[in-house]
């Protein structure tokens, strides 16, 4: 018996032999014709005997009606909308793992309740009843009513995380483990309804690479140092400013893991450097600039000041903005400098030139 219906005879096993349990799949395969593949067959000859419980890699959009046990993974908040008749609907999301994978769990209207008490926690572990469909995301499976049975049972997860080079702009249900190259700091913002909520942009890195991450409100306060390790689960990634950044919502897990993660900063030659790109380079300062100051579109002061940066294999000038400006009060000829995350682009006359954000750390040491 291949390992296709094996798992799924696994689960009747002491009802029925292996050889009529093959017999029967054959008869259905015939049968339903090219409507129905021997995995399929084998779960309608199953259910006759029954109801089966599918690891969730086996879960299909296909598959249908479907009963499995998984540990909830993270809890989406309750969304409101209108229904075209005029009345309100309510749906939450979690998403539920168990050894073999994990897959996204639809609650809607009454069914959302434990969601809005509090009843539901990360962690727990339930038996689920309910059908398939293919979301937005990949497969879905909407829970029958009465279909979430809490469950003693000892699950070990398995979250599949990305590289942070395998990020894409617009993707959802982003797992990602890695190391936080700078923690960033919690700012205040005010909200159209005149609230105050918190935010904070942090930057994280594997061997792969590294993203910047936003947290909001409650998770933009977690106690988070350079060189933490961090879980991020079900977060969802966006262009901003021409690169990819990931933000951790209502949906997401974010918490610290124990697992080693390595991280070099990779610096690009002053050569190597392209229009377009953010890179991070190292050299020694070898022109300074005036600090010149400029009026913005919304009447408030800005200043800007150009240093120049040479390495072993070019020199190039790099403009400072605002707060980087007051770096050069102490900065003199021949002081070592780096700086991470500065965007290469094109100058006013055509010379490459180095442009260093809000997002830009600088750092540097006077001559020796």
């Known amino acids: 018996m291949d390992q296709e219906i094996g798992e799924i005879y696994d689960q009747i096993s002491g009802q029925i032999s292996p050889e009529e349990f093959e017999g029967r799949v054959e008869e259905k395969v015939q049968l339903m014709g090219e409507l129905c593949d021997r995995r399929t067959a084998a779960m309608?000859?199953?259910?006759?005997?029954?109801?089966?419980?599918?690891k969730i890699d086996r879960i299909r959009p296909e598959t249908g009606k479907v009963t499995f046990v998984g540990k909830i993974i993270?809890?989406?908040?309750?969304?409101?909308?209108?229904?075209?008749?005029?009345?309100?609907?309510?749906?939450?999301?979690?998403t539920v793992g168990d050894e073999s994978g994990t897959v996204r769990v639809v609650l809607w209207d009454e069914l959302v309740e434990p969601v809005?008490?509090?009843?539901?926690?990360?962690?727990?572990?339930?038996?689920?009843?309910?059908f398939t469909r293919e979301g937005y995301f990949g497969t879905e499976v909407t829970v029958d009513r009465g279909g979430l049975e809490e469950v003693e049972a000892e699950i070990q997860t398995r979250v599949e995380a990305f590289k942070i080079s395998e990020i894409r702009a617009d993707m959802g249900d982003i797992t990602l483990l890695a190391k936080v190259v700078d923690p960033g700091e919690v700012r205040d913002f005010t909200r159209r309804d005149g609230s105050v909520g918190r935010v904070r942009s942090i930057t994280l890195g594997d061997a792969s690479g590294k993203i910047r991450l936003?947290?909001?409100?409650?998770?933009?306060?977690?106690?988070?140092?350079?060189?933490?390790?961090?879980?991020?689960?079900?977060?969802?990634?966006?262009?901003?400013?021409?690169?990819?950044?990931?933000q951790a919502g209502g949906y997401s897990v974010v918490r610290k893991s124990d697992v080693p993660i390595e991280y070099?900063?990779?610096?690009?030659?002053?050569?190597?450097?392209?229009?377009?790109?953010?890179?991070?380079?190292?050299?020694?300062?070898?022109?300074?600039?005036?600090?010149?100051?400029?009026?913005?579109?919304?009447?408030?002061?800005?200043r800007v000041t150009n240093i120049y940066v040479s390495d072993e294999t070019g020199r190039v000038r790099v403009a400072l903005w605002n707060d980087h400006v007051r770096m050069i009060e102490s900065l003199d000829l021949g002081s070592r400098i780096e700086l991470v995350d500065?965007?290469?682009?094109?100058?006013?006359?055509?010379?490459?030139?180095?442009?260093?954000?809000?997002?830009?750390?600088?750092?540097?040491?006077?001559p020796e």
């Open 74 to 94: 993270s809890i989406s908040e309750v969304h409101e909308f209108p229904r075209s008749d005029g009345s309100s609907g309510r749906v939450a999301n979690l």
């Open 342 to 366: 500065c965007q290469a682009r094109e100058g006013w006359n055509g010379e490459l030139e180095v442009s260093c954000g809000w997002s830009t750390k600088v750092t540097f040491a006077p």
């Open 44 to 54: 309608l000859v199953a259910r006759e005997f029954g109801e089966v419980e599918l």
């Open 214 to 246: 936003t947290l909001w409100n409650d998770k933009a306060e977690m106690e988070i140092e350079e060189g933490d390790a961090l879980e991020v689960i079900n977060a969802i990634s966006r262009e901003r400013y021409g690169q990819v950044e990931i």
């Open 116 to 130: 809005s008490t509090g009843e539901l926690a990360v962690d727990q572990t339930f038996r689920i009843r309910g």
């Open 264 to 302: 070099e900063e990779k610096i690009t030659s002053i050569s190597e450097l392209l229009p377009g790109s953010i890179y991070s380079i190292s050299g020694f300062v070898t022109g300074l600039g005036e600090i010149r100051e400029f009026e913005r579109d919304d009447g408030t002061k800005g």
